[in-house]
Structure formats: structure tokens, C-alpha cells
């Protein structure tokens, strides 16, 4: 009777497991801007509505936006805390589901919360100053 695995099956079977458990870790660190500021962003149908700058303050503190959906003005809410943001619940009328409110805290810049029926999302950016890319006129997607 023949051995269907050899060692060097053992070896290769190993180094895979050991390959995806270090990606595993690594890739939100590759993905992660070091940055000494960053800046939340509240996007809107493709759009960027606000800018603030994501503070530390030592305490929480809320930042207030409005914004309009089917003609009419709303106010959402933002919490700032250690370094963290989280959206506030959205009026029930144009946002059904608190799923936004319940994605709880985000403080990396590949990390969002998405409000899906009126296509809103806040994010984080690293603050960049121009000395970093000095060769670098154009970003293309």
C-alpha cells in the first residue's frame, strides 16, 4: 500500500497555513495610513458633504451635520471619542434600519459605516501634506 502524503506534503501543507495567518495580520497594517491627523468624511451620492478633523480631546464629544435627501433637511450626528467616530442613529423616516448605528466605531481609514437607503457613508482619511508626494501630480482608480 502506497503513502498518499509524503513530508514534503506536511512541509507545503504547513506553509500555506503559516502564509495565511501571516496575511491575516499583516494586511489591515499594510492597508493602515500612519498619520498624525486624520479627517472623518461624510460622503453622500458620490459626494463629499463634510470634512472634520478627527480630534482627541481626552472626552467625548458630538459633531452635528446636515445634510438633504428628497428635499428635505436633516441633521446627523457624529460621536468622537479616543481617537474613534461612530454615527449616530438617522431619522427612521428615510433610514428604516439602525444598521449604520449598530457598525459601532470606526478609527482606521479602511474602516466605513454605511447608511444604504440614502447611499451615505463616513470615513476616515489620513491627513497628507504635500511634502510627502512631491513627484506625484495625479492619483488614478
Given at each position: 500500500?502506497k ?22 495580520f ?18 453622500m ?10 480630534e ?11 445634510f438633504t435627501y428628497?428635499g ?7 460621536e ?9 442613529r ?21 474602516q ?20 510627502e ?9
Amino acid at each position: 500500500m502506497k503513502k498518499i502524503m509524503k513530508p514534503g506534503d506536511y512541509f507545503l501543507i504547513l506553509f500555506v497555513v503559516m502564509l495565511s495567518l501571516s496575511a491575516f495580520f499583516a494586511i489591515p497594517r499594510l492597508l493602515t495610513q500612519e498619520a498624525d491627523e486624520k479627517i472623518i468624511v461624510v460622503t453622500m451620492d458620490g459626494e463629499e458633504i463634510h470634512q472634520f478633523p478627527l480630534e482627541d480631546r481626552g472626552e467625548a464629544y458630538f459633531i452635528d451635520f446636515p445634510f438633504t435627501y428628497g428635499g428635505r433637511e436633516y441633521t446627523g450626528r457624529l460621536e468622537v471619542e479616543d481617537g474613534a467616530v461612530r454615527l449616530h442613529r438617522l431619522p427612521e423616516e428615510i433610514v428604516p434600519l439602525s444598521i449604520h448605528a449598530d457598525m459601532g466605531w470606526i478609527n482606521e481609514t479602511y474602516q466605513m459605516i454605511i447608511s444604504l437607503p440614502i447611499r451615505m457613508y463616513i470615513s476616515l482619511e489620513a491627513q497628507e501634506g504635500a511634502e510627502e508626494h512631491p513627484d506625484i501630480d495625479v492619483f488614478a482608480y
